[in-house]
């Protein structure tokens, strides 16, 4: 079997999935719509392997595969295949997302069993992952950006998936608003790539590019800006960021495997994927990573102050992808793919750790009265200590490898872009001090009521959910999990999958130890082989002195949350009344939701009032009435026509039809 | 046997269907008159191809023959209804449509 | 040979097609289209497409027209009075069929396409048989192959709406 066929393969057992599991809801037991839903993504993962050895057994720079099965639509001038393309890159996003998406479907078996829309869950999270590989394995412009809208549509699905939740539904509806912005942006890229280049196959494209575009020409600069508007709303960039913290009204696996492990890295995929457009158009890239840079920073300060665990994770997720944003953007592609692998691995594991405390606490996600799981819940502590470890780049774990690679890179590039060195380290330190302020509140210490429960009866603390947002009594008949909620250490599936995540988060890094080995980096060098910026590789040395700098700035910060939350838990309340106003601030995420109403939505509002009010009344309806009188008169001269015989009217078409051809003859002879 | 006598035929079959259509009452005939004007248009198709040598006209004779198919069964399925209702099968006197 | 079963052909199917007007019973004229879908078939096969004509004979001489048999045996065949109600049709009616008849007729003949050569193209000896059709079909149109059966399907589902019995009220 060829690369291409492994791919189509891959493509096939989602879909496959959840189309079995759609129309089968009435017929299929609960447990194997799941074992359907899991068995298909782990066999596109499977089948993502037999792509990958495939690859590995050709020479690198054959290491691309373009094939299309059928016409996907072909007008004149315009050929558009149904074309995936094979290379090293989509492969490597293959396995992420199999991959993971498989563990999480091992857990979503175990986590939403009490779910009354079981079924429906697992259809949509394969529909999920099928768009999530069109996109990724799209082999033109139009087939991504179909790609691009299936994955946003099943991103609002999955977040309203409790869909009587009236902050579920409204998150949804954010989440695909921005997303469309973000479409929007990437259709006129498409549209703009047509125009100069003719074409929206990859391979063409990027061909053609350096020899149609000049660098830093306005057409290329625009095509790049538009493709970031995409990225960005995508990915949860500044300022299109503010759907995701709200997206966590879904339920837990669906944060874990869209808002923080796939999902929202296709913007980082589409920019590494356009490479040879960005090396076209420097200003544009630069943009991007300091829209990425100002991302990480402001994401974390807000982590700082979160107080529901979710929301304080998935500005963690926003913040990491600042990372991976910037990498890709100054030239670090293998590193900033690296970043967004290990990433997938700890952030997907601390969700579900999350989500696992969150069940055992009846659905609540504040973690001021979350304390004392250490004890209650050990297995479910191990791991979220394992992802914590390497989301604060803990010494030796995944996150420490990769997140050092993308700065080391940025030093060696030199200039201002060291700028992103030193705010990096600084976002850094900031990343240990959330996570581990996390980590402090919710596991050591004295348990709660909840926890205690847990450790004295064995049971999970039962409770009638609330809405915390509203205050309203959830609805469990249409699905809300209701009270028999799973935790990860009761069930097999979910501690198998934890596991897995918590071996890749700790390990996963030492496939690319500077000066012992780059797997990542030879295995993606070929795609990136024709940008000037992939030459650029940090000495050894340097390498190991910024890993030195970042495993110190990593145990400073966790040693600064440590002093603040657990040596001395009176500190920050002070440090709270001390800076009142920069806490306010941040606690209301920088009023990032305000701005955009206030620029954005209420102008908008008004024009819509204006037009209904002012305009309506005077131009529309004298027009409507004017018409209407037009018509009207008109109407009853053709009423004479009207005979009701259908065979007149037949007549009258053969006599219009005659009329035309003989119009058309006379006028063509 | 030169090609251009098939086209002749075919758009003299195409007139006759036509004319059948509006000559004729029952709803059943009418039916068969846009048979006639499909099967005309098959022709056409058909002959045209062979005069390119291409078989893709072929295709398209073979769908038109699906959509026809498509047509009479909807097409039979009304006339059904109409008869099951006890209306009378008659196009003349369904005339819902006068204004 | 070829011009002799082209006229007979090309009679058949032109008495069938006026056979269907002019009967006044539906029951005549769907055996006179029967008449006129074999000779259509004939003429396919003149055509050298053996696979279309094979096609005309399965589907529409034997499948859809046993289809009108059986409506009209349902409906019964009355056969309709020669009374005009549309004053005009009968007059308006020929003269608009000969009138498409000749501009398709210029149309077609006076094309670019009859540059191409009247006689056709040389064919290869394998044109239009069921493998080269079921290539085209399974390949390159698949597609539209699928969009069609999809048409069939939802037809069908139609046709039984549209038919069913109504529960008694």
């Known amino acids: 079997m060829s690369a291409t066929s492994w791919a189509w393969l891959v493509l096939l057992f989602p879909l496959l999935g959840s189309i079995a599991i759609a129309l089968g809801f009435k017929a299929l037991p609960a447990k194997a719509a799941g074992a359907i839903g899991t068995a298909a993504i782990g066999l596109a993962f499977l089948c993502g392997v037999g792509a990958l050895i495939h690859l590995l057994g050709e020479a690198p720079d054959a290491r691309h595969h373009a094939s299309s099965l059928w016409d996907y639509a072909s007008v004149a001038g315009l050929d558009i295949k149904l074309g995936i393309f094979v290379d090293p890159l989509s492969v490597f996003m293959v396995l992420i997302v199999t991959g993971v998406s498989t563990l999480i479907h091992l857990y979503s078996f175990g986590y939403m069993q009490s779910d009354e829309g079981y079924h429906r869950f697992f259809s949509y999270l394969n529909f999920f992952v099928f768009s999530m590989l069109l996109l990724v394995l799209a082999g033109n412009f139009v087939l991504l950006i179909v790609g691009w809208a299936f994955v946003g549509f099943a991103s609002y699905a999955l977040i309203s998936f409790w869909y009587r939740r009236q902050t579920a539904t409204k998150a949804g509806m954010k989440a695909f608003v921005i997303n469309v912005v973000g479409d929007i942006g990437l259709v006129l890229a498409a549209f703009l790539i047509f125009r100069e280049l003719g074409t929206f196959e990859y391979s063409e494209v990027f061909a053609k590019a350096p020899q149609v575009f000049h660098t830093n020409e306005w057409t290329v600069t625009a095509i790049c800006l538009l493709l970031l508007v995409g990225a960005f709303a995508k990915s949860a960039q500044l300022p299109f960021h503010t759907w995701l913290p709200d997206a966590m009204e879904g339920p837990t696996p669906v944060s874990s495997l869209i808002h923080a492990a796939t999902m929202v890295t296709a913007g980082v995929y589409l920019i590494a994927r356009t490479h040879s457009l960005f090396v076209l158009a420097p200003t544009a890239a630069d943009i991007a990573a300091f829209v990425g840079l100002a991302t990480l920073l402001v994401a974390a300060s807000i982590a700082l102050v979160m107080t529901d665990l979710k929301r304080a994770i998935a500005y963690s997720t926003m913040s990491q992808i600042g990372y991976m944003v910037v990498g890709v953007s100054i030239g670090a592609y293998s590193a900033g793919m690296f970043h967004l692998m290990t990433h997938a691995f700890f952030k997907a594991l601390l969700f579900m750790a999350a989500g696992s405390i969150i069940a055992a606490m009846a659905n609540e996600q504040n973690i001021d009265k979350m304390s004392g799981f250490g004890k209650a819940m050990r297995f479910t502590s191990v791991t979220m200590l394992c992802g914590g470890l390497a989301l604060a780049a803990f010494p030796g774990t995944s996150g420490f490898f990769s997140k050092d690679e993308i700065l080391a890179y940025a030093s060696a590039r030199g200039g201002m872009y060291l700028i992103f060195t030193v705010l990096g380290y600084f976002g850094a330190l900031l990343t240990a001090i959330y996570t581990f302020r996390l980590i402090f509140r919710v596991l050591p210490g004295k348990p709660c009521p909840e926890a205690q429960e847990l450790i004295d009866t064995g049971h999970v603390h039962h409770a009638h959910p609330f809405n915390p947002a509203t205050g309203e009594e959830e609805d469990t008949a249409v699905g809300f999990p209701g009270a028999e909620h799973h935790i990860a250490e009761s069930s097999l599936p979910m501690r198998i999958a934890m596991g897995v995540l918590a071996f890749g988060a700790l390990f996963a890094g030492l496939v690319q130890v500077p000066g012992v080995d780059d797997m990542v980096t030879k295995f993606l060098d070929p795609v990136f082989a024709d940008s000037p910026l992939a030459a650029i590789h940090p000495s050894v040395a340097a390498s190991w002195f910024g890993l030195a700098i970042g495993a110190a700035i990593s145990l400073a910060g966790i040693g600064i949350a440590y002093f603040l939350y657990v040596a001395r838990p009176e500190t920050p309340a002070a440090l709270q009344k001390r800076f009142s106003a920069l806490h306010t601030c941040l606690y209301n995420k920088w009023y990032f939701d305000e701005a955009i109403d206030f620029l954005v939505v209420r102008p908008a509002l008004a024009i819509g009032r204006f037009a209904n009010r002012t305009f309506e009344r005077l131009v529309v309806d004298g027009l409507v009435t004017g018409t209407e009188d037009v018509f009207g008169g008109g109407g009853r001269l053709v009423q004479l026509v009207q005979s009701g015989f259908v065979r007149s009217y037949a007549l009258l078409l053969i006599v219009g039809f005659a009329g035309l051809a003989l119009y058309f003859l006379l006028s063509s002879s | 046997m030169n090609v251009e006598w098939y086209i002749v035929l075919s758009s003299l079959l195409f007139a006759v269907g036509a004319m059948g259509i509006l000559l004729r009452r029952s709803p059943v005939v009418i039916l068969l008159c846009l048979e006639l004007m499909l099967n005309a248009g098959n022709l056409a198709l058909v002959a045209f191809s062979k005069m390119v040598g291409n078989q893709q006209g072929q295709i398209f004779a073979i769908v038109v023959m699906v959509v026809a198919a498509c047509e009479v069964v909807v097409g039979l399925g009304l006339i059904v209804a109409i008869f099951r209702r006890k209306l009378p099968l008659d196009v003349d006197e369904l005339r819902e449509l006068r204004g | ?169």
């Open chain 3, 1 to 169: 040979m070829e011009a002799v079963m082209f006229f007979l052909a090309a009679l058949g199917a032109l008495g069938g097609a006026i056979g269907v007007v002019a009967m006044r019973s539906p029951f005549y004229g769907v055996l006179a289209l029967i008449i006129h879908l074999f000779s259509l078939a004939v003429l396919f096969l003149l055509l050298s497409s053996a696979f279309v004509a094979a096609a005309q004979v399965v589907v529409y001489a034997g499948a859809v027209m046993v289809l009108y048999v059986f409506v009209v045996a349902y409906v019964g065949g009355d056969t309709e009075s020669a009374w005009e109600p549309i004053p005009g049709q009968r007059f308006l009616a020929p003269l608009m069929g000969a009138a498409l008849f000749v501009e398709l007729s210029i149309a077609v003949l006076s094309s670019s396409l009859m540059a191409l050569g009247t006689h056709g193209a040389d064919t290869k000896p394998g044109f239009g048989d069921p493998a080269g059709i079921g290539k085209l079909l399974l390949e390159r149109f698949l597609l539209p192959f699928e969009a069609s059966s999809i048409l069939l399907l939802l037809a069908a589902v139609g046709a039984i709406v549209l038919a069913q019995r109504k529960a008694e009220q």
